[in-house]
């Protein structure tokens, strides 16, 4: 057993699955460590706080899609595998807490070699000033099919996009982040960014 910080431990190239009580302030970063890297979890099961299921389950718990669920959705099946009671902790959390599932899919709904693209479309289309549609509103079928339309694009079409993911992830890890559990309720006077 090693000890340290999960967030900068390698993981196994081999096939594995995690079992895990997470902190609830680095739960986005948790989820995107395994996600997004080169050898995800076949099967996941992480203690999150309710609320921060819906950002990567989208509109199966919540009204809207945020990015990161659309971007997860062709990989991976999203779950609440047991809602929590707050007797089943002691002390008592100030927050509901569930278990979500993450389970890799079987067959992915985007060809691997398009994953970049894919990525790429759906940052762009999420950071658009004034959207036509707001992409949070799009149900993910009609993701599938805006990027199957986007993909018969020319090429040179598609390349305006090209690098938007890995741009809009440098943006991000340069923003300070505070958790909105762990804030001064007057936390917008103080010019934080809100994760």
Same mark, same amino acid.
Do not use: H, T
């Given at each position: 057993m090693r000890l340290g910080s999960f967030l900068t431990y390698s993981l196994p190239s081999y096939p594995y699955k995690v079992f895990s009580n997470i902190p609830f302030n680095i739960t986005s970063d948790v989820v995107k460590k395994l996600a997004l890297s080169e050898n995800p979890p076949e099967d996941t099961y992480l203690i999150i706080q309710k609320e921060a299921a819906g950002k990567f389950m989208g509109m199966t718990v919540d009204n809207k899609n945020s990015l990161v669920a659309i971007l997860l959705?062709?990989?991976?099946?999203?779950?609440?595998?047991?809602?929590? !009671?707050?007797? =089943?902790? $002691?002390? /008592?959390?100030?927050?509901?807490?569930?278990?979500?599932?993450?389970?890799?899919?079987? *067959?992915?709904?985007?060809?691997i070699n398009q994953k970049s693209l894919f990525e790429d479309f759906v940052a762009y289309?999420?950071?658009?000033?004034?959207?036509?549609?707001?992409?949070?509103k799009?149900?993910?079928?009609?993701?599938? !099919?805006?990027? =199957?339309? $986007?993909? /018969?694009?020319?090429?040179?079409?598609?390349?305006?996009?090209?690098g938007f993911y890995? *741009?809009?992830?440098?943006q991000q890890e340069q923003l300070e982040k505070i958790h909105r559990t762990r804030v001064d309720k007057n936390w917008k006077r103080t010019g934080f960014t809100l994760c």
């Open positions: 959705k062709p990989w991976f099946d999203f779950e609440v595998f047991y809602q929590f !009671k707050q007797n =089943d902790f $002691f002390p /008592k959390p100030g927050v509901n807490a569930i278990m979500l599932r993450m389970k890799k899919k079987g *067959k992915p709904l985007i060809n289309s999420f950071n658009q000033v004034k959207p036509k549609i707001k992409p949070g799009i149900d993910f079928n009609e993701w599938l !099919k805006l990027f =199957d339309i $986007f993909v /018969k694009e020319p090429e040179e079409s598609r390349q305006k996009i090209v890995s *741009k809009l992830k440098k």
